[in-house]
């Protein structure tokens, strides 16, 4: 995320299910080494919020996700291409205050359904465009990681 003039880009919100592929997005987009790392607790990082997935699978969980959305310039909500369920509420986007952004992790997996994660997220009230994206190989990342630039000016 070099490139930024010495400016620290707004934080961003990582939300998405338990193995979407949230601490991966994060150490592709970092330049750090890709070591899956369960999140146990939420990491604050210099440009990103992680959280624990279970944040998002247990609903009592959702009044922490409204409440860090107020620390941040975007929500990204990641979908696993690869689950063959949502994780979304209906409409649960309409809940922040904040941009939402979708991006669909995974595509590079031969059981990858993007159409059916564009559907899920969807569902969940994010609006498009969608990002599509493998964090393991870097596919399809750099428009990720100008998006994160531009937050910085």
């Known amino acids: 995320m070099n490139g930024t003039a010495g400016k620290k880009p707004k934080k961003i919100l990582l939300i998405g299910g338990v193995g979407a592929g949230k601490t991966t997005l994060k150490q592709a987009l970092s330049d750090l080494p890709l070591i899956y790392q369960k999140t146990q607790v939420l990491n604050f990082g210099d440009v990103f919020i992680d959280c624990p997935g279970e944040y998002l699978e247990i609903p009592r969980y959702y009044h922490v996700l409204i409440d860090l959305s107020h620390r941040v310039a975007e929500i990204w909500a990641l979908q696993d291409a690869t689950?063959?369920?949502?994780?979304?509420?209906?409409?649960?986007?309409?809940v922040f205050k904040k941009p939402v952004i979708g991006v669909i992790t995974k595509i590079d997996l031969p059981q990858a359904n993007v159409?059916?994660?564009?559907?899920f997220l969807?569902?969940?009230?994010?609006p498009q465009p969608y990002y599509e994206i493998s964090a393991l190989h870097k596919q399809n990342t750099q428009i990720l990681r100008t998006r994160i630039e531009s937050l910085a000016n």
């Open 83 to 94: 689950r063959p369920c949502g994780i979304y509420p209906p409409k649960f986007a309409c």
């Open 115 to 119: 159409e059916t994660a564009r559907l």
């Open 122 to 126: 969807n569902n969940g009230g994010i």
